[in-house]
């Protein structure tokens, strides 16, 4: 597994062992970002802060500070994720743009700053999707025309939560990317 682009390009990551952290493939985080280098969705996130709940080994915020995020909070709480994660920010040099918070990213605590953009990889056995989304949006993780992307397994349910609009839902192998927006007026 490796950075896809940017200033980081080809920056081989670490991933724990065993089953508890599922990477996002590369071919996948490539489909995504080619999505989000869009004009339409790169101004919500370009030079701007990002988030990435559920982080595992972090590949998908590591790829957003390649491509150029300001900085990006990692939220994740499983113990040997998160010393992967930080072995990799450690190896991408990007220590000082970087916050990696120990909690539960279905209870994060108050944002310091809202994100133009979270990525939001559950694990796909647990339906945590929504409250996580939710639970972002009301401790100000999202800014107000920020982008929240979901990574699901393709035939998992996914209720949209009042608040916020679906603006896009893709399918790419064993992953599926649904992308929402907070709801306005």
């Known amino acids: 597994m490796r950075i896809v682009a940017g200033s980081r390009r080809g920056l081989n990551l670490n991933a724990p062992e065993g089953t508890t952290t599922r990477p996002t493939s590369e071919r996948a985080r490539e489909s995504l970002f080619n999505i989000l280098a869009t004009p339409k969705h790169a101004k919500k996130w370009h030079d ?7 982080a595992g080994t972090g590949a998908l915020g590591l790829e957003a500070l390649s491509r150029g995020a300001r900085h ?62 939710v639970a972002a949006q009301r401790h100000g993780w999202l800014a107000k025309d920020g982008l929240a992307v979901l990574q699901l397994h393709p035939k998992a349910p996914f209720e949209c939560p009042p608040g916020f609009d679906v603006i896009d839902d893709r399918r790419y192998g064993a992953t599926r990317f649904l992308f929402l927006e907070p709801a306005q007026g």
Do not use: H, M, Q, W
Request: positive net charge; aromatic residues 10%.
């Open 48 to 54: 701007r802060p990002v988030a990435d709940f559920f």
């Open 72 to 133: 990006c909070s990692f939220l994740e709480n499983d113990p040997a994720a998160s010393k992967v994660l930080s072995a990799n920010i450690n190896k991408a040099r990007f220590r000082d743009i970087t916050t990696i918070l120990n909690k539960d990213a279905t209870k994060p605590p108050t944002a310091k700053v809202p994100c133009g953009l979270i990525f939001f990889d559950p694990p796909y056995r647990d339906l945590v999707a929504e409250n996580s989304l």
